[in-house]
């Protein structure tokens, strides 16, 4: 989808993962990363235009819990 500001919210969401979990800065941003692309898929799935994405973006974001997230993320160890 065509939205915009997509970026600057995912800068404030490392922000907050890393705010609870300043000594581990690299899973921090991991977990941001799973949690904003997670809640990227969920909104996909139902939007019809850029407008209803972005409002189902934040709505998936607000749904998202550690049960979820462990069941959604896609993230292997290198």
Same mark, same amino acid.
């Given at each position: ?13 490392? &922000?907050? +993962? *890393?705010?609870?979990a300043p000594e ?5 941003? @991991? %977990?941001? #990363?799973? $949690?904003? !692309? ?12 850029? &407008?209803? +994405? *972005? ?10 819990? @550690? %049960?979820? #997230?462990? $069941?959604? !993320? ?5």
């Amino acid at each position: 989808p065509r939205v915009t500001a997509l970026g600057c919210s995912l800068t404030g969401l490392v &922000g907050a +993962f *890393a705010a609870v979990a300043p000594e581990e800065p690299l899973d921090a941003t @991991a %977990a941001a #990363l799973a $949690a904003f !692309a997670a809640a990227g898929e969920a909104a996909g799935r139902g939007a019809e235009g850029p &407008g209803s +994405f *972005a409002v189902r973006f934040l709505d998936a974001l607000h749904a998202l819990d @550690a %049960a979820s #997230l462990e $069941a959604d !993320a896609r993230i292997a160890a290198v």
